[in-house]
């Protein structure tokens, strides 16, 4: 069956023309169909089901009703006291976190950046040190030549003069 055939339409209408008049339709207006809706569960469902229905959520309400005591309210304030410092201290975790992060990642760009300037100029400074021993050495090597050479004159000479005290001197003139 159709709820139209319950309900006269010009019943409705006259309903619905006066209180839009007197009341603000946005409210009223729902209210008609719940009041239509329950008038034709009314009529289909017998009244112990619809009892039973409102006796169990009565129930149910004075149950929450009375367990909704000052402990429960404190109990779920401080749970909901928790979770939002909880929350707070997770949002300020990572913030934080964001921020050391970007400071260790300078310090070690610095650092970093430090040490490399440190490195070139150890290397610069070996390399210096390389150079001028490089050079220390083939002076010396050039000395040593030159020693070698002047050993080498000083033993001709001394041939030389030995030759020459026994072709040109005597004995007498030797002492």
């Known amino acids: ?15 619905l023309g006066t209180t839009s008049s007197t009341f603000n339709s946005n409210y009223f207006l729902p209210l008609i169909g719940v009041a239509g809706s329950l ?15 409102l006796a169990c959520y009565g129930l149910f309400y004075c149950y929450e009703r ?3 005591t000052d402990v429960a309210k404190k109990s779920c304030f401080n749970q909901q006291f928790v979770q939002h410092l909880q929350n707070t201290l997770e949002e300020q975790m ?13 310090d070690l760009t610095n650092e970093i950046g430090r040490l490399s300037r440190e490195v070139e100029l150890a290397q610069l400074q070996e390399g210096e040190k390389v150079r001028n021993l490089s050079q220390e050495q083939k002076r010396l090597l050039g000395l040593q030549e030159h020693v070698h050479w002047l050993r080498n004159a000083s033993h001709l000479l001394h041939t030389d003069l030995s030759d ?7 004995e007498q003139q030797l002492d």
């Open 39 to 53: 008038l034709v569960l009314i009529r289909y469902v017998s009244w112990p089901v619809i009892g039973t229905g």
């Open 66 to 68: 009375l367990r909704w």
């Open 1 to 15: 069956m159709r709820i139209a055939e319950h309900f006269n339409i010009d019943v409705v209408g006259m309903v």
């Open 94 to 106: 990572c913030i934080t976190g964001h921020s050391y992060t970007r400071i260790i990642e300078s």
């Open 164 to 170: 020459f005290q026994t072709s040109y001197l005597t």
